[in-house]
Structure formats: C-alpha cells, structure tokens
C-alpha cells in the first residue's frame, strides 16, 4: 500500500460517517448520480464496507463534492499539529484541477515552475 493510503487510513472514520450519513437521505446511486459525476457506486460500497482503501483520489472527490470538509476529517485536531506527510497530503487535496492543468502546460513549455512560485510565495 502507498504511504498516502497509510496516512489517510487514520482519517477514515468521519469520512465514512459523512459517507453514511448521506446515504440515509439518498441511495448510493443517487449520491454517485448529484455528487460524484457518475462515479461507479460499487466504489462507495466498497470503501464502505472496508473492501476498497480510502485513497487521495476518492477523497479529493468526496471533498470537492462537498460530501466532507478537512473540518470534518480533522475530527477537533489541529492542522498545524499533524505530522508533515499528514500537512501535505491534506494541502494537495486543495490543489484544484485547473491549477494542475496549468502547471502541468507551463512545465511542458520548460519554463521552471518552482522558481516563479517561489518568487511568489517568498519573493525570492
């Protein structure tokens, strides 16, 4: 299993309580149909019942559909108290999919990408 699936599997009971919670006022079809682009609703079952991980993919859906927040996830702990790994791999969760079709057109132009943002960020 990958690192982030280890991580995240600290972090998979309010994700499966928000996940429930809705399935009491939509069946998981109707949740794959409004929430999740059509997702395949056997990968909810799964995840659900403990047959499939929780991964950076279906929590990056489940988050942009507004199904869970990092609120939620963090269940009361505080962001700045997590360790590192945990930091980052909430931080990319918010990393839209715009901003990476971007950066991923600038690279392919070879233009140094980490260079401008750190000027960006740190004006350096």
Known sequence: MSKEVDILRKYKAPVIKALNNLKKQRSISKICREYLNGMNPSRITEILSGRREL???????FTGAGIVDLEQILDGKSFANLPEDDQVLFQRLVIDDETIRLLL??????????QILRFLAYGK
Request: hydrophobic letters at 35%.
């Open 105 to 114: 057109a600038v690279k392919k132009k070879g233009i140094d990408i980490m």
């Open 55 to 61: 991964t950076p993919y279906y929590l990056r859906k």
